[in-house]
Nanobody
Framework: VQLQASGGGSVQVGGSLTLSCAAS????????MSWYRQVPGNSRELVAS???????YIDLSVKGRFTISRDNAKNGVLLQMNSLRPEDTATYYC?????????WGQGTQVTVSS
């Protein structure tokens, strides 16, 4: 399974970005796709995830501002991020859970400046 993340960048407070994660390879049994984020010195934290037949999970820290959705064209997920804050600055990672294994995409940097 290969994951390709894109869409990061630099925005000002209150701005918006959409992250995209495209999955390829052996994804016929793809279970859950998620977005994590990490700042230097901290552990990676779950931001949002989607599992088939379940409501999406959105972390409280971003609830009401971030939305996760399927991108069927790319066999992946999108993370729509609105009302961005400086504390959202991080490297964002896409994750896929397939048949008991976890796969990671490369990170994409999001920087929010005031």
């Amino acid at each position: 399974v290969q994951l390709q993340a894109s869409g990061g960048g630099s925005v000002q407070v209150g701005g918006s970005l959409t992250l995209s994660c495209a999955a390829s390879g052996s994804i016929s049994n793809l279970d859950t796709m998620s977005w994590y984020r990490q700042v230097p010195g901290n552990s990676r934290e779950l931001v949002a995830s989607m599992t088939a037949n379940y409501p999406p999970y959105i972390d409280l820290s971003v609830k009401g501002r971030f939305t996760i959705s399927r991108d069927n064209a790319k066999n992946g997920v999108l993370l729509q991020m609105n009302s961005l804050r400086p504390e959202d600055t991080a490297t964002y990672y896409c994750n896929a859970h397939v048949q008991g294994r976890y796969y990671w995409g490369q990170g994409t940097q999001v920087t929010v400046s005031s």
